[in-house]
């Protein structure tokens, strides 16, 4: 079990992440790992052919279709408070996800951000007004409000499932990935949630919110490119109809991170980009978590 999330000077931490389904009570902790793997679980290890997982994660991939933004909703059916996390919300989607988290039974603990947004409002602050005791999440580097500031390395637990929180700036200062557990009681295959940092054959804009592309190439390389091939990848955007990719796939196709990477900055330095619509709205907003309650 995923203690209860408490706050230290320097920063939370993570008590055992059990899987004993024998607990009710489901908590964020943060570095459920030691040398040899995550305390509790078994031993991880990348799965393939027949040793293949058989997961109890409940995954939905909603759209919000004026900003093109992907939501995802995750949960652990196995585990008896069927415990559930939000990735990338948005405001104007608030009421369709209260309902279908309802409509699903299931409790929802956290909503999270990959990063703070330039293009829409967050929802973060309207579900945690409509679902009480939801908190909310996103990197420590972003600078934004949030209940809870991640790290990289930093794990987030949902009954018996977790995300991993990879650290991947580069589009902005403070973006991460999320990427699910490795082991047997994990999703196979894997799954990242790149948010702007890796889109399907193409990457997030370089050009403010501190943005850097030459960080933004390493970011992906280091911690996206080196999972196995087979993960999937599900962006916060896609503006082509495109809904879910694998590193594979981008290792090949990607027609911006294939190359190398002074090609890779020089096509950043030369989009040409129009300013975003929202931004100037959408940024003030999120850096509030959607104009949440003080922390």
Known sequence: MCDQWRPTKARFYMQVCGVSRLFNAVFLKAHCSSSSGAFGLRNPEIMTGSTKAQPSLLFRQLFEKESSTYTYLLA????????????????????????LVEQLGLKLLYVMNTHVHADHVTGTGLLKKKIPGVKSAI?????????????????IC?????LEVRSTPGHTEGCVTYVTGEGLEQPYPRMAFTGDALLIRGCGRTDFQRGDASRLYKSVHSQIFTLPKET??????????HMVSTVGEELKFNTRLTKDEEEFKLIMQNLGLPYPKL??????????CGFQDPV
């Not at 580097?141 to 930093?154: F, R, V």
């Open 76 to 99: 652990d059916t196995a585990h008896s408070d069927r415990p559930a996390v939000l990735v990338d919300p948005v405001d104007k989607t608030a009421e369709r996800d209260v309902a």
């Open 139 to 155: 990197s420590r580097a972003s600078g934004a409000k949030a209940d809870i500031h991640l790290d990289a390395g930093d794990k």
């Open 158 to 162: 949902f009954g018996n499932l977790y």
């Open 232 to 241: 999937l990848i599900y962006p916060a955007h896609d503006y082509k109809g």
């Open 279 to 288: 931004m100037d709205v959408a940024v003030p907003s999120n850096m509030l």
